[in-house]
């Protein structure tokens, strides 16, 4: 049985990064590991995990092979009609192959390949000790750790995230002799760097974990993070709220401290009244503390720092925590009072001095974009069009603001506390006012990949509208996305967008959305002053729509007819609008081939779908649920396989295939059967069809397979008869048209 001994290897260092240090420490970790793995050597990971605190990256690993098993080796040499003379005897290249390898020739083995019998020789040699290959170990792990910015320190060529400064490498209870970075490994780590003096001596990589926490160092993570965790909620319960302990802030708290000390500190009461997101942004963005929340979510005003150290004097910390945010709330405070002062219509009229983008004109014109198609969108939903219009003309006043300026992340937010003050909107009901002010601020939703859509009507059809301009700007402009480069965040826009349409339920015509934003962009790119004199957008949009859908070709007609609409509108921007509609509409849909996969839907179930292009995204999502019914009925893999077949036998088809089916060419049963079966299966799933039920549709065509199986068993569809092969094709036809009217479901079919 193989002797399995602990490993512990620590590095030692300053200050590492804080953002970085989960990352260091894991990638420290898998390399040590691999490394090992790579050579041969068993490992008993357990459940050992990366250690770590600001100051050191350990791997603590229960179990390691103290040798390697043996190594077995193969190295194949010329083939015998080379190596072997007319007398049998060792040409050269035989005996070169064999003094290489150091061993006379006659002591070589055979094998054979393809091409022929070759000697070969074999050797097993036994495996090295653990100890003598764990320094190669170290330093293959130390070469794989992505350092994003390497520093030196000394005279020396050494680089590393921060200056290392001890090494402990222990296998079992003995030292591992190696080096890194200057320093040579032994037994002796470091604790607390305030609250313990002198070294932290390792008797065996078991009692690593104690011994430093007995010299004021938790190098587990997740002990840290619970002790945090701990004291920030008790700390918060003993002021009368409880704390906000946001994910990444206490990430980042665990990273900073080595022995989390929680001190309770307030602030205050007139901050208060300055938006309480401000506020948390302060603490926690600029500072890593943790605001406290009243029993109604709202912020009081006490707040909880992590010290990294049991001081005897946490009074003195506690000032110094207050005295370092109470400049951040003051100037908070002071802008915001500022901003009300200033009012929404005077920081609206500033964005006609701020350049959204070259050639899409200032932040003023895409706001004039943005109402429009909120106005638009708003009674499709059922949402007032004047107070989408209205809210959407304001949803970008607060760019202009001070707060915003110097709290970027409250865009929206702040311009929903100034709508809720500001009087240029009295004349709006309370309702109306309340609706408009948080429609602003959700308008910005989704704000990240795992962030709620909007959540009122109102904020739904801003968010759609923002993001639909933004799509179609962005292409307009030629911004599109290349490789890991998206300036514009046009891929997370149109991910934002599918999701709030799906999520909403709401049932829009996103061709005719696309198109509405894509001509308003043409428009303004190709003539900037053409715009506001537009007034029937709604009949260019028609056309080329009915162009996108029925021709492409139908294109060279623009000129003519939209000449009666607005003779600057020219076929080259016609055109360019016209391109535009289906390549957003795909960008859009590839952006929903990930959002699928994370359901857990099927890629075949998303593809049958896409390749119908269905309009309505909310129909999309319809469609994607049914086909995965679908695909659960034992008929479903038949009828899938027989869908795909008729579609290349109408592909292959050497004849005009006739609109109509002819009952009187039917010559054998199957297909008389058949042809009755798809008849009432075309009466039973049109009223389904038409509903959007599509799961009760697939489940009536699901009963076609016996007729489907008898058809394909007793007909040949290339009949030597003409007209009888033509009938037959018609009929397939018909058939395919009504399987594939929910989804391509040839696609399911392997």
Wanted: with cysteine; glycine share 6%; proline share 5%.
């Amino acid at each position: 049985m193989t002797d399995m001994q602990p490993l512990l290897i620590e590095l030692g260092t300053e200050e590492l990064p804080v953002k970085a240090l989960p990352g260091l420490a894991q990638a420290f970790f898998d390399g040590v590991v691999g490394a090992l793995e790579k050579r041969g050597i068993a490992v008993d990971r357990g459940d050992a995990k990366p250690l770590y605190t600001p100051r050191r990256l350990a791997v603590l690993l229960p179990g390691v092979a103290t040798t390697q098993p043996e190594q077995r080796s193969e190295v194949l040499g010329p083939y015998v009609n080379i190596a072997l003379d007319a007398d049998g005897q060792a040409t050269r290249a035989l005996q070169g192959f064999a003094q290489k390898a150091g061993v006379e020739w006659t002591a070589l083995e055979r094998t054979s390949d393809q091409k022929g019998e070759r000697f070969v020789h074999r050797a097993v040699s036994p495996g090295a000790q653990t100890s003598a290959l764990l320094p190669a170990v170290l330093a293959e792990a130390i070469d794989a750790i992505p350092v994003p910015k390497p520093m030196r320190w000394g005279a020396h060529g050494w680089a590393f995230a921060r200056p290392v400064h001890w090494l402990v490498m222990l296998l079992g209870d003995e030292v591992v002799a190696a080096d890194a970075f200057g320093c040579t490994a032994g037994r002796d780590s470091r604790g607390h760097r305030f609250m313990h003096d002198g070294p932290v001596s390792i008797a065996r990589p078991g009692d690593y974990v104690g011994a430093l926490r007995a010299a004021k160092v938790l190098v587990d993570p997740d002990e840290r993070r619970a002790r945090i965790v701990d004291e920030v909620t008790t700390a918060a319960a003993a002021a009368g709220g409880s704390a906000r302990i946001d994910a990444d802030n206490l990430s980042q708290v665990t990273c900073l401290v080595e022995w989390p000390k929680a001190v309770a500190c307030s602030f205050e009461r007139q901050f208060l009244a300055v938006p309480q997101e401000a506020l948390v942004a302060t603490m926690e963005a600029n500072q890593k503390f943790f605001p406290v929340l009243g029993e109604d979510g709202r912020l009081m005003e006490h707040f909880i720092g992590i010290a990294n150290v049991d001081s005897t004097d946490e009074a003195e910390v506690r000032k110094g925590y207050e005295r370092v945010i109470r400049p951040r709330f003051a100037d908070a405070q002071f802008f915001f009072v500022e901003d009300i002062r200033q009012g929404l219509p005077s920081m609206n009229a500033g964005l006609a001095t701020v350049t959204y983008q070259a050639k899409l004109g200032t932040l003023a014109d895409k706001v004039r974009r943005v109402a429009a198609l909120a106005a638009a969108i708003a009674p499709k939903v059922g949402v007032d069009a004047a107070l989408a219009r209205r809210a959407a003309e304001l949803s970008k006043a607060d760019l202009q603001s001070r707060l915003v300026n110097e709290f970027p992340e409250l865009q929206g937010i702040a311009g929903r506390y100034y709508a809720l003050q500001d009087p240029s909107l009295d004349d709006l009901s309370l309702d109306d006012r309340s609706a408009l002010a948080n429609a602003i601020d959700e308008a910005w939703q989704p704000r990240s990949s795992g962030d709620d859509i909007a959540l009122s009507s109102l904020g739904k059809v801003m968010a759609i509208a923002e993001r639909l301009d933004t799509l179609a700007g962005g292409f307009a402009a030629e911004l599109k996305p290349t490789g890991n480069k998206d300036p514009f965040a046009l891929r997370r826009n149109a991910l934002g967008l599918a999701r709030t349409i799906i999520e909403s339920g709401f049932d829009l015509d996103l061709i005719r959305l696309v198109a509405d934003a894509c001509v308003r962009n043409s428009l303004f790119i190709e003539l900037p002053s053409l715009e506001s004199r537009v007034e029937n957008f709604s009949e260019i949009v028609d056309f080329l729509i009915s162009a996108n859908a029925a021709n492409p070709g139908a294109a060279s007609s623009l000129r003519t007819h939209l000449t009666k609409l607005q003779d600057d509108f020219t076929q080259d921007t016609a055109k360019r609008a016209h391109a535009l509609i289906s390549e957003i509409y795909d960008f859009i849909l590839d952006r929903l081939k990930g959002y699928y996969v994370d359901k857990g839907v099927p890629p075949q179930h998303f593809a049958a779908v896409a390749a119908l292009r269905p309009a309505s995204l909310y129909d999309f999502d319809r469609r994607i649920d049914a086909i995965g019914s679908f695909a659960a009925l034992p008929e479903a893999e038949a009828l899938a396989a027989a869908d795909k077949r008729i579609r290349n036998i109408l592909r292959k088809a050497d004849i005009e295939v006739p609109a109509q089916v002819d009952p009187t060419l039917f010559t054998e049963p199957a297909e008389r059967a058949l042809a009755e079966a798809v008849e009432a299966v075309y009466g039973e799933t049109t009223q389904a069809l038409a509903q959007g039920d599509y799961v009760d549709a697939l489940a009536r065509l699901a009963r076609l397979r016996p007729q489907v199986d008898a058809f394909f068993d007793a007909v040949m569809v290339n009949a030597d008869d003409l007209a009888v092969r033509a009938n037959r094709l018609a009929l397939l036809k018909r058939l395919g048209g009504r399987l594939g009217s929910v989804a391509a479901i040839e696609q399911l079919s392997g």
